[in-house]
């Protein structure tokens, strides 16, 4: 007698699963995104995936349990060890998630080219790219020394076989989402192959030490299975953004359970695949109009990183009845407030004027410290009045026009210094807490507390 098919609904968001459709997912409200799949068998024992776990652990105290320095593998980049929380733990999960094309497949395989220069046993599995295509790749990005294995397979029992096998220190799988278990029935890439293929990699990386990293792709639409389904399950998410026509790359930390999150690393993109790039300030400033209007630096501090970018606004009289805003890089309802501020406490007539707002080089930065200059970028663009291109600002804006404090002020104002910067607009709460330090003779600081203050050094 054939068994009826047990199937049932998942988000493609989250994962959340239901006996029925329903067109908003209850867990996290977005709307259109159940699916109907196959649920997984769930076999009780006999198989030899997730066996690693099974062995019975004792409950023991935390002084028996010894933490090793080598637990921790430098990746050869600084940029992402310090996103990983000072390199990768040994039997930890990382999910590398990102656009397709955007370089996830390059910078793990020139991770893979340091570790394995640095005598680790490394495994690179691909279901995407067959073993010509990888070794086109690695010929751009130089050569290749020591024990580094790879893999052309997509069905993860093999994959499994194929790991204890190597015996490989860590484990790149080139994308989770061409992975699949040949007893869940529904196709790769559907939210419950995903989910247990994750499960097993878990497994295994737990179980065996290993560190593992995982590729999944996110796109807007169309993506069977968003990677949010596995934030949950995996230690670490990584983010890698960016511009495909600009040649930065921004990988962020989104969790990290070995160190903080909100770190970034910055990479570009160059005809020998990722470089570092150890002072985005400088790279981000190059090229910067001088004595431009509209155009002025602000400080961003990303994790523990102050970060000097350019925003740039541009204010037009409008045509139309309605203003147009546009904001790139920044958070458009922001801008909009923003606006709102300037033309409630500072009358400007905002409602005349379309407005611009671009952070320069392609980042996205949306700390709130960006607030004064994105203010001042509008201001110098609507009076035509050039802000000096030696001069910093950063700043918080609140509703009633008022500049608050924001963190790290002292790391900001440094990071200036050090380029070359010769004024600082800062919130004044901030610059009363500094005045012990003596940076009098290098920088002039100049604190306000509110935005007409700020204005009125500009003009
Ligand atoms: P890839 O790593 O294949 O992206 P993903 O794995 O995230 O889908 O990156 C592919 C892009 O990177 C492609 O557009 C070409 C570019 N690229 C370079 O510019 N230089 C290089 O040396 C390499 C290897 C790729
Ligand atoms: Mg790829």
């Not at 511009?243 to 040649?247: I, M």
């Not at 005045?435 to 940076?439: F, G, N």
């Given at each position: 007698m054939a068994k009826a098919k047990a199937t049932a609904f998942f988000c493609k968001e989250c994962g959340y699963e239901s006996s029925k459709w329903m067109g908003q997912c209850p867990a996290c409200k977005s709307w259109n995104t159940m699916v109907e799949e196959p649920t997984a068998k769930r076999e009780p024992s006999g198989r030899s995936t997730g066996s690693v776990l099974r062995q019975l652990q004792k409950p023991v105290r935390l002084e028996e349990v010894s933490i090793d320095e080598q637990d921790r593998m430098s990746t050869g980049y600084r940029e992402l060890d310090r996103v990983l929380g000072s390199g990768v733990v040994a039997g930890s999960l990382v999910l590398v998630g990102g656009d397709p094309g955007i370089g996830k497949s390059t910078l793990l395989l020139q991770v893979c080219r340091n570790l394995a220069a640095a005598d680790r046993r490394v495994l690179y599995i691909s279901g995407e790219e067959s073993l010509k295509q990888i070794k086109l790749r690695a010929a751009r990005i130089g050569t290749i020394t020591g024990d580094l294995l790879f893999l052309c397979e997509t069905n993860l029992d093999n994959i499994e076989e194929a790991i204890r096998e190597a015996k490989p220190e860590v484990v790149i799988i080139d994308s989770i989402q061409t992975m699949f278990r040949e007893d869940v029935s529904s196709a790769p890439g559907s939210v419950s192959q995903v989910r247990e293929s994750t499960n097993i990699l878990m497994q295994i990386a737990k179980g065996m030490g290993i560190a593992v990293f995982i590729v999944g792709h996110v796109t807007k639409e169309g993506v069977v299975a968003g990677p949010r389904v596995l934030e949950h399950m995996v230690d670490t998410v990584l983010y890698f953004e960016g511009?495909?026509?600009?040649?930065y790359r921004i990988l962020r930390g989104v969790k990290n359970r070995f160190g903080s999150t909100n770190e970034i690393g910055v990479f570009e993109m160059q005809e020998k695949g990722l470089v570092e790039v150890e002072n985005p300030s400088e790279y981000l400033l190059d090229g910067r109009p001088e004595e431009a209007s509209g155009a002025v630096v602000a400080c961003s501090v990303e994790g523990t990183r102050p970060i000097l970018l350019e925003v740039q606004a541009l204010v037009a009289q409008t045509n139309f009845g309605l203003p147009r805003r546009t904001a790139a890089g920044t958070d458009y309802n922001r801008v909009n407030l923003l606006m709102a501020v300037l033309e409630k406490r500072c009358h400007y007539e905002m409602s005349r004027y379309d407005a611009y707002v671009n952070i320069a080089g392609g980042v996205k930065m949306n700390e709130p410290a960006l607030d004064l200059a994105i203010i001042l970028a509008l201001v110098s663009s609507m009076k035509d009045k050039p802000v000096s291109p030696k001069c910093i600002i950063f700043g918080e804006v609140g509703l009633s026009g008022e500049v608050r404090a924001v963190s790290q002020a002292e790391q900001r104002v440094n990071e200036a210094v050090k380029l070359g910067f010769e004024s600082c607009i800062l919130p004044k709460v901030c610059l009363d807490k500094m005045?012990?330090?003596?940076?009098n003779g290098k920088i002039w600081l100049y604190g306000v507390s509110n935005v007409r203050e700020a204005i009125g050094l500009i003009s």
């Open positions: 511009e495909r026509n600009a040649s005045r012990s330090a003596d940076r």
